[in-house]
């Protein structure tokens, strides 16, 4: 579950972390009254959107297609307008705004399609020393968390790994210990910080794990933090994910939670608890369990196929969720046939095929269906299937529902 800035920067500001002063506007004149309010003569406009490179993109609208094309290759210098604006009059906040909201943002994490603005945020300006980076992750090599900070502030971790690993400085966190300050003043130390810096820094880093445990973040990066003139540290911007298993008791963030950015389909399908993300082929998967949703996907692309998605009922999947499950993937334009994998433990094989026969039955087969059934109550599953006199294709093994999968697109 993805945050936009402004909602990232409230978290970071009940935990202790410093934010610079903004308001989030979803009209022009909202960003208007947002600069007067906030004050000054140097203000900045950000459009909202659950996607990095946000400086770097260009929009739609104010844009050539080759322009477009240089954001999504990820060129280091593309002209025309983005969605990070220095404004330093009333006028030129107005322009930004109205440049912004109800445009389609293209970066090179949207893709082609882009994301249409419905909010930004206007904040002041900034008096930037130097730029440093931070995040909190979970190192799943190390099996605990890290606190991952560098003095190449400002640019794109990944780009940092690969030209200059040694740039990166980590502190791994013992979870029955936590952060320990000592750490933080490390970490301030190897970055060559000192006095008033070393001591905000050390606070910072403090509040950013302070934040990422409150919130059940699943990545929390600060870029950059700046260091101001006066050895203030800032975080400038904020990037926070939240574990989407931890909703249940982040209830209040899920309430704010922006679903407008996301699929469609992914929605609906969160709706019904189900793990499902769409991906771009053309043979619909409906599977249970995460490893064997990953294997299905695997061999239909070894029979040269192309998976449309990763659908996952989960092990205890009721009928109606199998029947949400059919009627998603069904609805998708690009799926020219499914393939159902069940491999009955907890979820049974004969709760699987009612829930076929009935999205099937609701919805209509226009698809050619291929299902594969193994496990628990798989004859009596099988049976069902056989007797609902519909034209399902049975399969006896992952390789022959693949192939016969794949066969049939290519029979489309």
């Known amino acids: 579950m993805k945050l936009h800035e402004y909602q990232a920067k409230d978290l970071l ?107 930004v945020l206007v904040t002041t300006g900034a008096d930037i020393e130097s730029e440093i980076y931070a995040a909190v992750l979970l190192d799943r090599q190390e099996s605990k968390h890290v606190l991952m900070v560098s003095a190449e502030g400002g640019t794109e971790i990944e780009e940092v790994a690969e030209s200059n690993p040694d740039a990166i400085l980590k502190a791994h966190i013992d979870p029955a210990v936590g952060l320990g300050d000592w750490q933080c003043r490390q970490l301030a130390f190897k970055l060559g910080l000192s006095g008033a810096a070393f001591k905000d820094a050390s606070r910072l880093f403090k509040g950013l794990y302070k934040t990422f445990l409150a919130a059940d973040c699943s990545m929390l990066e600060i870029n950059p933090v700046i260091i101001t003139s006066e050895g203030e540290v800032i975080a400038l911007d904020a990037k926070v994910d939240i574990d989407d298993n931890a909703t249940f008791r982040q209830k209040a963030l899920d309430e704010i939670h922006d679903s407008g950015e996301m699929d469609a389909s992914e929605v609906e399908a969160a709706s019904y608890n189900l793990n499902f993300i769409k991906l771009d082929g053309n043979i619909g998967c409906m599977v249970n369990g995460a490893g064997l949703a990953m294997d299905t996907m695997d061999i239909i692309k070894l029979y040269g196929g192309e998976p449309a998605n990763f659908l996952d009922v989960g092990g205890g999947a009721k009928v109606e969720q199998v029947k949400a499950a059919f009627k998603i993937i069904s609805a998708d334009p690009s799926v020219q046939a499914i393939m159902v994998n069940i491999f009955g433990g907890i979820m049974k094989c004969d709760v699987i095929a009612e829930g076929v026969i009935a999205a099937v039955k609701d919805v209509g087969l ?14 009596l599953g099988k049976k069902l299937l056989e007797e609902s006199g519909l034209p399902i294709l049975t399969a006896d093994s992952m390789a022959d529902a693949a192939e016969k999968a794949v066969g049939a697109t290519r029979e489309a």
């Open 366 to 379: 226009e698809l050619p269906l291929v299902v594969r059934l193994a496990g628990t109550n798989v004859e």
């Open 13 to 119: 500001r009940a935990n202790g972390v410093k934010v610079p002063p903004g308001i989030a506007a979803t009209s022009t004149s909202e960003a208007v009254d947002a600069a007067k309010e906030l004050g000054g003569n140097f203000w900045v406009v950000k459009a909202q959107v659950h996607a990095g490179g946000r400086g770097k993109g260009r929009f739609k609208e104010v844009s050539s297609a080759d322009v477009l094309s240089a954001v999504l290759a990820g060129a280091a210098d593309v002209p025309g307008k983005g969605g990070v604006q220095l404004c330093r009059s009333i006028e030129d906040v107005e322009t930004a705004a109205a440049m912004m909201l109800g445009n389609t943002l293209v970066t090179k994490q949207t893709g082609t399609d882009g994301v249409v603005v419905k909010t």
